[in-house]
């Protein structure tokens, strides 16, 4: 089964370029399947990782950022794969 893992933050304005490069830099203790990074407008930064693994199996997640990095929580989510059309 795949799951896919999704980690978004939001820098306080103008630092958006150093959350991007702040989560590019964060190393997870083992690989996922597949990682992307995307950036949006208001300086948030979101990752996506694949795993194979069940629904709610213990996977590793990026962490918060370090003070003053992100305006607000960071927001996590977990989807389960259900295949493409």
């Known amino acids: 089964m795949t799951v896919a893992l999704m980690w978004e933050a ?20 083992r ?10 407008p208001q300086d948030r930064v979101l990752v996506v990782t694949w795993w194979d693994a069940e629904p709610h199996e213990p996977l590793p997640e990026l962490p918060d ?13 977990r989807f389960e794969s259900l295949g493409t059309e």
């Open 10 to 29: 939001r820098a306080p304005e103008g630092r958006g370029g150093e959350l991007l490069a702040w989560a590019r830099s964060q190393e997870l203790p």
């Open 31 to 40: 690989d996922p399947g597949r990682r992307e990074t995307f950036r949006a």
């Open 65 to 77: 950022p370090p003070g003053g990095l992100a305006s607000r929580p960071v927001h996590r989510w």
